[in-house]
């Protein structure tokens, strides 16, 4: 991922944001209610929409230093704990609301049919993820993680129909927007939609390393070492930090 790249593509390119604000702009209205049960995960994200939240970030960094640790203990440790999404605030609201990615924007909508599909994949790849890290590195996953399961939500009440056929046809629009980044060389093939924290932690470090950082946090959450794991969310916390100092300079 070629970060800087896809801010100056952006910044040249008007027509991008234009396009990406019309695809969030067919998402009917709704009344939300605000419980949060959805905000509790890493939702994905293409990458035309980090570029968004990060141009949103650059003019409040004060978001960024109030969620740096968040990001970090997420990160290390999404697959060990049940969190809320880092971006959750202080208050129980988003902190990125203006720029949140399609998912946020679509969850209330779906029904239960659709919801339930998929469930069921992402299901399906804890259970293999719990399978590997028990296998490579004798990580046992905690069962609350590995089938969590966010209820279908009940509670929103939309302005509009939505079907999953029109969900889809908004994600084909997005793809169609990163295919530009794509072929300007910000990200490869592999990196379209991604988990919105991968994207945070890849831009302020390699992958391996985080892979690393990951896998020593993971082992120290189940050996109970309390101490060497605030200190490797330190250490992610001051890159993360770090890195936006740097961004919000230039
Ligand atoms: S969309 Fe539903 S589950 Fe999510 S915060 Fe709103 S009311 Fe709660
Ligand atoms: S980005 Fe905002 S709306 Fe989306 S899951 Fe996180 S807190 Fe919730």
């Known amino acids: 991922m070629n970060i800087q790249k896809g801010l100056a593509l952006m910044n040249e390119e008007a027509s991008i944001i234009e396009k990406l604000q019309v695809v969030y702009e067919e998402v009917p209205s709704g009344h939300c209610e605000g419980c949060l049960k959805c905000c509790t995960e890493s939702v994905n994200t293409f990458f035309v929409e980090y570029v968004n939240i990060l141009r949103f970030l650059t003019d409040y960094p004060q978001i960024i230093e109030a969620h740096a640790e968040k990001i970090s203990r997420f990160f290390l440790l999404e697959m060990m704990e049940s969190m809320y999404c880092p971006f959750v605030d202080d208050r129980g609201r988003c ?56 209820p279908h939500c009940k509670s929103f ?15 084909d629009l997005l793809f169609s927007l990163d295919s530009k980044f794509l072929m300007h060389g910000c990200i490869t093939f592999e990196e379209v939609n991604q988990s919105l924290i991968t994207w945070f932690i890849k831009q302020v470090m390699p992958l391996e390393e ?12 189940q050996s109970g070492d309390e101490r060497g794991l605030e200190s490797l969310i330190e250490k992610a916390t001051y890159k993360i930090n770090n890195c936006f100092a740097n961004l919000c300079k230039r």
């Open 95 to 150: 902190a990125i609301y203006p720029v949140r990615p399609l998912p946020c924007r679509v969850f209330g909508h779906l029904n239960v049919e659709d919801y339930q599909d998929n469930y069921e994949k992402v299901l399906a790849s804890n259970e293999a993820l719990a399978e590997y890290y028990q296998t490579t590195y004798g990580l046992t996953l905690p069962e609350e993680v590995v089938h969590r399961k966010i």
């Open 157 to 171: 009440i939309s302005d509009g129909g939505l079907t999953i056929d029109d969900r889809d046809d908004m994600v």
């Open 210 to 221: 985080a892979g690393d950082l990951r896998i020593q946090a993971m082992q120290s959450k």
